[in-house]
């Protein structure tokens, strides 16, 4: 569960992202945030993911206050958070697996089980046959399913990607699209920032629209 | 506990990976380290080397004390009785040398001889001996008990004759301070050399770092390589500064043998006890490691 109430997030004084942005996200749920670029997606990403910090508000994940959170606590909230950012900071000194066994070095997984882990994780971004690959030697939607990979590994209770499908031909963004659908469909609450009007109107159940100086939430009616 | 010790092999593993990836810059890293440590190695071996030797010369301080020209005998047999009844636990022994004996050793010395013999009488005075207990505060007590032998009536003049032990004292303990103030030097040039290693090792992964940051890695988890790859440099700079210590004592020592055979005395330069090895190689570690998290805390906060 995502909970912000009366958030607001500034840089500097001239720019203003979230101005007393409340909402909730559900466990389970599926959401678009949209908005022109520059907006404020990736900024309302990384609150999530307390890589950034709010100027007022609360946000609750998980049911942990972020303010409340002391900076050694911070990192093992994070691990139930899988971020995939639009950069998709890989590591090009690993092999695909490797990169993927970093989240699994992190929590200090046994060597066996988290190599069995990264491979399954690997299988089903459609990954399995590149494990030894590095990843200059994939495609821009390769990369981003290796992303993708690396943030599911350790099983996390919230998926965040910030723009996944940029720059991605329309097959690879659906492919893309359909490992976060997946992972959401078994109870992974996935939030993805997109300004791609096709895609949220084939995938979106509820979409957040971020605009300069305003904030909506748009639940998705869909025909089934 | 289990995970704990992953985490650390995890660690090790990143650690001598970032190494072998750039041997050359880690091995003249190492080896700038490894010859600053050599220095006040080799400093703590002549010390450790030479103290024995002043512990030996001081063992039996001498005092000399001369009865007036006009003494009679039995001045210095009461004298040396006087001392021994005052200060029998600071004196070892005591021994009178009568003026006639005096003399005639004196001139069984051909430099003496003839210059004795112009002489009328015997102007040599009675002595008395004594040699003191060795201790630490030797030469403080002897400065003590000539002064106050030498205002005893029938004393014409109380000779110290471990002066020289004073000064040699006083040039060890100028050693001693030297040593110290080096490897305080060579410490901030260990800390300097690491702590810039580890800035550029930082600079460099601060890819990795974000990364790790981003998937949950404590900060712990962060520094912890770079932990390593101090502890592991100085670690192995301080071996190879014992192993090259070693390897300039033997030249010194064979120099050394023949400036001490001429002097019909044994003398070699050693290495500190292994014990003492045992806390520099475990100081330099930690010197290496400290430095590390210092250099991994500043260059990381972005």
Known sequence: MIDFQNVSKSYGTALAILTQTSFTVTTGEFVFIAGPSGAGKSTLLKLIAGLEAPNSGQITVNGQRLSDLSARARPYLRRTVGVILQNTHLLYDRSAIENVLLPLAVVGQAPETARSRARAALEKVGLSHKEHANPVELSGGEQQRLAIARAIVNRPAILIADEPTANLDRDTARRVMNVFKDFNQVGVTTLVATHDEDLMAEYAQRVLVIEPGRFRDFPVQRKT | ?302
Not at chain 2, 103 to 119: G, M, R, T, Y
Not at chain 2, 265 to 276: G, N, Q, V, Y
Not at chain 2, 285 to 298: E, Q
């Open chain 2, 1 to 302: 506990m289990k995970q704990w010790l992953r985490q650390h092999r995890y660690a090790l593993n990143v650690t001598l990976r970032r190494l072998f990836l750039q041997p050359f810059s880690w091995v003249a890293n190492t080896l700038v380290i490894a010859l600053a440590l050599t220095l006040p190695l080799i400093g703590a071996s002549i010390l450790t080397s030479v103290q024995p030797l002043v512990r030996e010369v001081s063992i039996t301080p001498e005092m000399t004390i001369f009865m007036k020209p006009n003494a009679t005998p039995e001045v210095a047999t009461q004298i040396a009785q006087r001392i021994k009844e005052a200060n029998n636990a600071s004196v070892s022994s005591i021994k009178i040398i009568r003026k006639d004996t005096a003399l005639s050793e004196l001139s069984q010395n051909p430099a003496w001889s003839q210059a004795l013999k112009v002489l009328e009488g015997n102007p040599l005075p009675d002595a008395v001996v004594v040699s003191l207990v060795s201790s630490d505060q030797v030469v403080t007590q002897a400065q003590q008990l000539a002064q106050t032998w030498q205002s005893w009536s029938g004393v014409d003049f109380v000779q110290l004759d471990s002066a020289w032990v004073q000064r040699l004292e006083a040039l060890l303990r100028f050693g001693r301070i030297g040593l110290a103030l080096m490897t305080l030097v060579v410490g901030l040039v260990v800390l300097a050399a690491i702590f810039n290693t580890v800035r550029m090792q930082a600079l460099s992964q601060r890819e990795e770092i974000a990364v790790a940051r981003l998937v949950g890695a404590t900060e712990s988890f962060v520094r912890r390589p770079f932990l390593y790859q101090g502890g592991l440099t100085c670690g192995l700079a301080a071996c190879l500064a014992i192993g090259l210590c070693l390897w300039a004592l033997n030249p010194l020592n064979q120099a050394l043998l023949g400036l001490a055979k001429t002097y019909g005395a044994e003398f070699s330069l050693r290495l500190p006890s292994a014990d003492i090895l045992v806390w520099c190689f475990i100081a330099a570690i930690t010197l290496g490691a400290i430095s590390a998290r210092w250099s991994v805390t500043r260059h990381t906060r972005f």
